[in-house]
């Protein structure tokens, strides 16, 4: 893979001594054949995916969306138990409810509503509408392909070809994220739903910034509670443009959140209609479930399921990450760009670092948006232009 790699470095140099439009159809090439890849791999890890799947609700979570589709689908969120009225304990309503469902707010006493955020459950509607009840089991392993693809947009933007395709590949042999592509969960779909609003404000265009809000608000609508996620998505475009100037400023910013206005009012309406209040969701407010107690043992299950899940050597992606400075990312523009992927990733942190601790290795399916700038960082050092793995090797041979 060295020599490989070495072999195309040493071709792109040679090319600096070629006329200009050779050059030029160099570049085209290597840029079709990344592209190109990109989608090889996007098609495997979608056609894996679909094979592999399961067709059925076999889970809790499985099962609180899909049966959400029909209620979607119908209009009507909420189901009638009038058999709860006849038990004899307190809050029969709540303890006759199936798993995924609670009381509804209003006052009928024996009404309950899903628990679970609608943006998923939206989607397979659309889809079961178009082409049946087997569609709904479509949609996740459409979106790990578009997640890998994603991928490689925000890879290729920072740091070129090479580590697109690298952080593509990284993000489609991800064990968690082969794994939860399998089920009509929610985990999937919003983590390929950050990458491409990711890819898009990366953009400069006024375009680029409504397509990121608009993808901003449709992961909202997937996962409310990624709402700093959306913060520091917002916070990054506003700084970015102000840092830039004319004719800048902060015209990007505004369109940017006029777009991710509509998933957040759809979320604020749908939390009021079923919960009662606009700050409320089906687990409660984000006091209620967050909690300061909840950090260590957070911190070390999660660095251990990825240290065990993902190997040791793909940590090192954590350091580019940390570290958006254009000591590390080469130049100040590239830096400011990667900038973008540690606010997304705190983001993200500060939603389930403080959650409740959990047992088993395939919840690190809650940190899959970090996956772009993990894997982007950890190709940037191996494959990126400054090819730091080559700098440390260097370093420690001068030491011996």
């Not at 593509?168 to 609003?197: E, G």
């Not at 909690?291 to 350091?319: C, D, I, K, M």
Request: glycine residues 8%.
């Amino acid at each position: 893979a060295e020599d490989g790699i070495r072999d195309v470095a040493v071709t792109g140099v040679q090319t600096c001594a070629l006329p200009i439009s050779w050059r030029v159809s160099y570049c085209q090439g290597m840029r079709s054949v990344s592209a190109l890849l990109a989608l090889v791999l996007a098609i495997g890890v979608v056609r894996f995916a679909l094979t592999y799947r399961t067709g059925v609700a076999s889970g809790v979570d499985s099962y609180g969306y899909v049966s959400a589709v029909d209620l979607w689908r119908s209009g009507n969120l909420h189901i009638s138990q009038p058999f709860a009225r006849q038990l004899p304990w307190p809050e029969a309503n709540a303890k006759a409810a199936p798993l995924g469902y609670r009381p509804a707010a209003r006052s009928e006493a024996d009404e309950i509503v899903p628990v679970y955020s609608a943006g998923l459950p939206i989607i397979m509607a659309a889809f079961k509408s178009v082409a049946g009840y087997k569609a709904v089991f479509w949609v996740v392993p459409l979106f790990a392909g578009l997640f890998v693809l994603a991928t490689w947009g925000i890879g290729r933007h920072i740091g070129g070809e090479l580590v697109g395709l690298g952080a593509a590949a990284l993000t489609a042999f991800s064990p968690v994220m082969l794994f939860m592509s399998l089920w009509p969960m929610t985990d999937v779909p919003v983590a390929a739903s950050w990458a491409l609003a990711t890819w898009s404000v990366l953009g400069a265009s006024r375009a680029r910034a409504i397509g990121g809000g608009l993808l901003a608000g449709l992961a909202l609508l997937i996962r409310p509670n990624l709402v700093f996620v959306a913060a520091a998505m917002g916070l990054w475009v506003l700084a970015r443009d102000l840092s830039r100037g004319k004719p800048y400023r902060i015209d990007r910013t505004v369109t940017f959140a006029l777009a991710a206005l509509p998933g957040v009012v759809a979320v604020m309406a749908i939390n009021r209609a079923l919960f009662g209040s606009p700050f409320v969701s089906g687990y409660g407010t984000l006091g209620s479930v967050l909690h300061l107690a909840n950090f260590v043992p957070n911190v070390q299950r999660y660095a251990s399921w990825f240290l065990e899940s993902e190997t040791r050597v793909l940590a090192l992606g954590f350091v580019p990450l940390a570290l958006p400075w254009p000591f590390m990312w080469r130049d100040r523009a590239r830096a400011i760009d990667a900038a973008l992927l540690t606010l997304l990733a705190l983001g993200a942190l500060a939603c389930f670092l403080f959650f409740m601790p959990l047992d088993e290795w395939w919840y690190l399916r809650f940190l899959m948006p970090l996956w772009p700038g993990v894997f982007t960082g950890f190709a940037w050092l191996f494959v990126g232009p400054r090819r730091w793995w080559h700098i440390a090797i260097e370093i420690g041979r001068a030491h011996v």
